[in-house]
């Protein structure tokens, strides 16, 4: 029997097979989840022609409920499903949630149609990502025995299989469909939607020969429930379970929160909510707190309360878990800036980015590849970074790194900020500010890497392990939606309806994309300027005089966040500058502190 395992599963000199099965699977669902998100927030505007507020809200509902939902697929996999279905039942939902996209898109002239089947394709996202996602990765320790020191290489590949996935699906799914026509946009989601199939054909055809223990067990075939009670803490002694009214407590406090973040107990609103509740929201602090977000922005408050009131938690335990919940939110504000690729900065790339390289147009799609190829580039250099300091007793502790990640971050967008300074509507800077912004982004990321999984496994307490994984979701969860509500607050340039008249009648042309509506801002009736389609323009380098009097005529829709008026692309990307800034200082000057709360775990 070890023969035969050994033949299959194994190979002479490095890794089992079953890592590069699993490499494979999750190579093509990241290549299905890069090549639909690069293609979203530009298929919302320029196929469905909704302006940049809407899309981003819905940009950051979508990619947070994302996160959130590996609270239910983990859950489901632990106790009744086994990571194995939950796999398979996850892909074959996201395989039908792409084809809905791709639906939509073939449908796209048809506002409401289109709409309706991409909400259906959402929800099938999300929550087959939910299934998906928390259980491929936990896979990949098993493949080995305990002790075993090729764990941490593995996880290095299986790492690079995803960024693989996150660097070729903007390429492949942006060539398809982000083509300047917007009925291109369907064959760039049926090429996610391929990937998603592939991707689980390959698992299912794979799975019983490679993915096995080191002596032939199955991994994740059954329900991944904890059989082994000397897995507890060495201390973990019979321990205070909690209270029925500890659940009480917190579960009004998250209906309390809820309701503060929607209608602001205001209960005028409830009556508006209730007419449309998708698209009502709730304005707090210069953002707009909408249905999905009030949910995750509420369990993000809750339940963390909820597990610190856990009546078995000793004052050591306390101290770790209260540094995971302070990693928590500092990674809120890194990822919400971090994760403006798929949507502002996208915007950035198709309206003010100058992609024309070698007579070729590059699509701004392709600028989300970035980063992938970044990590694949300098993240050898700082695993060698790492490993010298560490050979010297010199390596920074997590919170240390969290903050250098935090200051890169800023740093990229101050980048950003001054190579936009001053620009007028309608000029285009060069791409070489978006790919340093997107290079010195990923040296921040690398730093703030280890923060991660890792950080709360080793300071969990076993029994909360994966609540406590939960937590860290709910945090991108969070992120990810806060950053699409950062993104609706992007400039968006606005053109009154008489100059539109004027010059479509002078020149004699067709100035509008197809089915443009009008909105209203100062009183005014007016255009977003990306309804304003230049369609006698040969060359984007030479303007035509309806331009010319479109871009003179245009005005720039002041928008607010806090005390911060933003009025243009530099005073849009401080916001980053100080957000990220500050928070950096802040954890740098706490970090010396949490390390003494992390009990010697570094």
């Known amino acids: ?348 790339a198709e309206e003010q980015t100058n992609r024309n390289l070698f007579n070729f147009k590059i699509p701004a799609s392709y600028f989300q590849s970035v980063n992938a190829v970044a990590i694949v580039i300098f993240a050898p250099i700082f695993a060698w970074i790492w490993t010298k300091l560490g050979s010297r007793n010199m390596e920074p502790a997590s919170p240390f790194k969290q903050a250098m990640g935090l200051f890169l971050l800023a740093v990229g967008y101050l980048v950003i900020a001054f190579g936009v300074k001053g620009i007028e509507p309608g000029i285009k800077v060069s791409m070489m500010w978006l790919l340093a912004l997107y290079t010195i982004h990923t040296f921040g990321e690398l730093c703030l890497s280890p923060i991660g999984l890792s950080m709360v496994n080793k300071l969990a307490p076993m029994r909360l392990a994966s609540l406590l994984m939960g937590v860290w979701f709910l945090a991108n969860a969070t992120a990810n939606k806060f950053a699409g509500t950062l993104s609706g607050l992007y400039p968006e340039t606005l053109v009154p309806i008489e100059l539109v008249q004027t010059v479509n009648d002078k020149n004699h042309v067709d100035i509008l994309k197809p089915n443009s509506k009008a909105d209203e801002y100062q009183g005014k009736k007016v255009y977003s300027m990306e309804m304003i389609n230049f369609g006698v323009i040969k060359d984007e380098n030479v303007k035509t005089e309806a331009q010319i009097e479109i871009e003179k005529g245009s005005v720039i829709k002041e928008k607010s966040f806090a005390t911060f008026k933003i009025n243009s692309l530099y005073s849009f990307f401080m916001i980053f500058v100080f957000m990220a800034g500050i928070a950096s200082i802040i954890l740098f000057v706490i970090s010396r502190k949490l390390v003494s709360m992390m009990g010697g775990v570094r």
């Open 1 to 348: 029997m070890s023969q035969t395992i050994d033949q299959n599963n194994q190979v002479s000199s490095g890794h089992p097979k079953g890592l590069y099965v699993l490499f494979i699977t999750e190579m093509w669902e990241r290549f299905s989840y890069y090549g639909m998100r690069a293609l979203f927030i530009l298929y919302m505007g320029k196929a469905l022609l909704f302006d940049k507020a809407l899309s981003s809200q819905i940009y950051g509902s979508y990619t947070g409920l994302v996160y959130l939902t590996p609270l239910i697929g983990g859950y489901m996999a632990d106790r009744y499903w086994g990571n194995r279905k939950s796999i398979i039942i996850g892909g074959i939902m996201m395989a039908i949630g792409q084809f809905m996209m791709f639906l939509s898109g073939t449908f796209y002239t048809n506002v409401g149609f289109a709409t309706t089947f991409m909400i259906i394709g959402l929800f099938f996202l999300i929550f087959g990502n939910g299934f998906f996602k928390p259980n491929i990765s936990t896979m990949v320790g098993q493949l080995y025995a305990k002790g075993d020191k090729r764990v941490d290489s593995a996880f290095t590949i299986f790492y690079m299989g995803i960024n693989l996935g996150a660097f070729f699906a903007p390429l492949v799914c942006g060539m398809l469909g982000d083509t300047d026509n917007p009925a291109d946009f369907r064959w760039g989601f049926l090429a996610a939607c391929l990937g998603m199939i592939l991707s689980v054909i390959l698992f299912i055809w794979l799975k019983n020969k490679y993915i096995v223990t080191p002596d032939g067990q199955q991994i994740g075939e059954g329900p991944n429930k904890v059989k082994d009670n000397t897995a507890l803490d060495s201390n973990s002694a019979p321990k205070e379970e909690f209270k029925p009214m500890t659940f009480a407590i917190w579960g009004a406090v998250a209906i309390g929160l809820f309701g503060t973040f929607l209608l602001g107990w205001d209960f005028s609103n409830w009556s508006k909510f209730m007419e449309a509740p998708f698209q009502f929201n709730h304005h707090i602090f210069g953002l707009d707190f909408d249905l999905v977000g009030s949910v995750i922005f509420s369990f993000a408050i809750a339940i963390p309360g909820l597990i610190i009131s856990d009546p078995s938690l000793d004052k050591a335990e306390k101290q770790r878990i209260y540094v995971i919940y302070i990693a928590c939110f500092f990674v809120i504000f890194f990822w919400s800036a971090f994760e403006q690729a798929g949507a502002s900065l996208t915007y950035f």
